[in-house]
């Protein structure tokens, strides 16, 4: 039986494909690719020949029927993102679900990834982990987005476009408080490769003094832990809640604002805010 290979490849340093992703290939029938440009490189470096096939978000539901026909005809085929795990903020799903569907097997050639690279160096806690994929660009997403990372009891990891880093460590301040540690990890085994490690408010500063370039992985340190739950006067704090939405604050901020009147840790404050919005 055919067989769909789920190749990781390199994130910049080409030295870091295994050489079993080597071989799978150099040995498969088709290769899926989201760039075919970017894949025609690292196949060149191999001295593959073997052209690959587009399979990026705008043609994976039409081009899954045409790998599982492959699939059907006896071809193996390797799919890979442009750098990286592929599905990790890549396409891929939909065609892996097809693939399954039609009775193919589907092997993973586990590699380099991005967000494990970044958590192994970042010195924040690696377990657990959640990664969120790239930040929405703005609205209710941005703000629902931003207020779970401020509230998770685990280390949050995404990914960003380094024209937006800045307004995204901004934005982390505001929800999370400018004293969490953040690290911002760019360039990941590249010549220019950075770790900036450091509160939310010094990582900001000091990006506003450079221009940033590159592929970026931004590392929020968990939640405080729930220091005073036990303790804090959850009457008061429901009742100041209570008033900060009256006059119009949403959840997040008044949450923000409990914590701050309050001293007590976010996660406490937004369950306070949250008793008192029904939500």
Known sequence: MATLFVVSTPIGNLEDLTRRAATVLGRVG????????????????????????????????????EVVAWLDGGEDVALVSDAGTPLLSDP?????????????????????????????????????????????KKGGERGAL??????SSETAIVFEAPG??????????????????????????????????????????????????????????????AAGADTVD???????????????ASPSRAAREVSRRLGVARNVAYSLVQEESGE
Do not use: M, W
């Open 92 to 136: 891929g799903q939909r065609l892996i679900e097809a693939v399954i569907e039609a009775g193919h097997s589907v092997v993973p050639i586990p590699g380099v990834s991005a967000v494990t690279a970044a958590l192994a160096a970042s010195g924040l806690p690696a377990t657990p982990f959640t990664f969120f994929g790239f930040v929405p």
């Open 30 to 65: 088709r290769i899926l690719a989201e760039d075919t440009r970017r894949t025609r490189t690292l196949l060149e470096h191999l001295g593959v020949a073997t052209i690959p096939v587009s399979c990026h978000e705008h043609n994976e539901a039409a081009r899954s029927g």
């Open 164 to 225: 937006r880093l800045t307004r995204l460590l901004d934005d982390l301040s505001e929800a999370c408080g400018r004293e969490r540690r953040v690290v911002v990890a760019r360039e990941l085994t590249k010549l220019h490769e950075e770790f900036v490690r450091g509160t939310l408010s010094e990582a900001s500063r000091y990006y506003q003094e450079r221009r940033v370039r590159g592929e970026v992985t931004v590392l929020v340190e968990p939640a405080p832990a």
């Open 146 to 151: 931003l207020e779970r990372i401020a509230r």
């Open 234 to 248: 959850r009457a008061a704090g429901r009742a100041l809640a209570r008033a900060l939405l009256d006059t119009g």
